[in-house]
């Protein structure tokens, strides 16, 4: 079943549009408090179709994805009762209740770790809002965080050139249904702790 290889070809092409940094930059802002899909979706593709810009790709991916994180915070901050029926129906809810007791054991370093690994960020950021995390210290952990991760993505995706993305092509629907099993499985995990 090919599932990934037409969203990696649709996905390249958008990276390849006139418009892909303002794409970049809405999706980056967007996925840190609401959407669903990952920024790295859009910044890996784009740095392969002009690796000379890696550094800048990565630099908008940071900037509004912090941004974006800001306006989570507020939606935890000042709307979650508006938003909690949502919630507890999605799945989210789980990770939601995870990342509120990290954050209460952990403070920001839990906005930091869920800012660079592939958990949900936009979950640590409403979290985050509800438990009324110190603003300066959920910023620099978002930033940092946001930043490792971008940066990291892009560098590879310069480094690697020509050979990976003829590997990512290749492997797409691997990678992808891989992706899958392993967020399932750290699912599973954080439900169970």
């Known amino acids: ?34 959407f669903p899909i990952p920024v790295d979706v859009m910044l890996a593709p784009m740095c392969l179709a002009d690796r000379d810009r890696w550094i800048r790709y990565a630099t908008i991916a940071t900037v509004f994805s912090v941004l974006g994180g800001l306006g989570g915070y507020a939606i935890g901050w000042g709307m979650f009762e508006a938003i909690e ?24 370093w839990v906005v930091f770790a869920m800012g660079f690994s592939p958990l949900p960020y936009k979950v640590a950021t409403i979290a985050a809002g509800v ?11 978002s930033l940092v965080g946001r930043a490792a991760r971008f940066f990291l993505v892009a560098g590879l995706v310069r480094l690697g050139g020509d050979k990976f993305e003829s590997t990512l092509s290749q492997y797409v629907e691997r990678i992808g249904w891989a992706t899958v099993v392993i967020i399932v499985i750290a699912v599973w995990f954080m439900m169970r702790g």
Request: proline share 6%.
């Open 1 to 34: 079943m090919n599932l990934f290889k037409p969203w990696y070809d649709r996905v390249l092409r958008w990276s390849r549009h006139p418009h892909a940094e303002r794409y970049l930059g809405a999706m980056s802002f967007a996925e840190s408090s609401f």
């Open 85 to 108: 029926p949502w919630l507890r129906e999605s799945h989210y809810w789980g990770d939601f209740e995870v990342a509120s007791q990290w954050l209460n054991d952990y403070g920001v």
């Open 131 to 141: 438990a009324v995390i110190n603003l300066p210290g959920f910023f620099i952990g």
